[in-house]
């Protein structure tokens, strides 16, 4: 696996190889998926209602899926019963397309 660069960009942030990511979480949509940004925070769309941590759990699974890792290796730091929260991705084993292409033009 690659070491990736430990700089900072709005969105997310580096820690070794472990990726930290602040997101701003829109419920109740038709589809899952990642709209942009949203001032300095990933936009994501989940169609989970934010009911009894069920939000956080389909962000976890939406994330295992996208970046190819187990959902044990993703954890919440913060933003609870927030729609911003941080969440830490162990040692992700792929970067998805928009990720990439997010990155490039921040």
């Given at each position: 696996?690659?070491?990736?660069p430990?700089n ?5 942030d580096?820690?070794?190889k ?21 001032g300095d925070r ?10 009894d ?12 899926n ?20 941080q ?6 084993s ?13």
């Amino acid at each position: 696996m690659q070491d990736y660069p430990t700089n900072s960009v709005s969105f997310y942030d580096w820690r070794g190889k472990d990726l930290i990511l602040n997101i701003h979480v829109q419920t109740r949509a038709k589809e899952n998926s990642i709209t942009g940004l949203n001032g300095d925070r990933l936009k994501l769309r989940i169609n989970a209602m934010p009911i009894d941590n069920k939000a956080n759990q389909h962000i976890i699974h939406y994330l295992a899926n996208e970046f190819n890792a187990k959902q044990s290796d993703i954890k919440l730091l913060s933003g609870l019963k927030h729609r911003d929260k941080q969440m830490i991705i162990k040692q992700p084993s792929q970067l998805p397309d928009w990720f990439n292409d997010l990155s490039d033009s921040t």
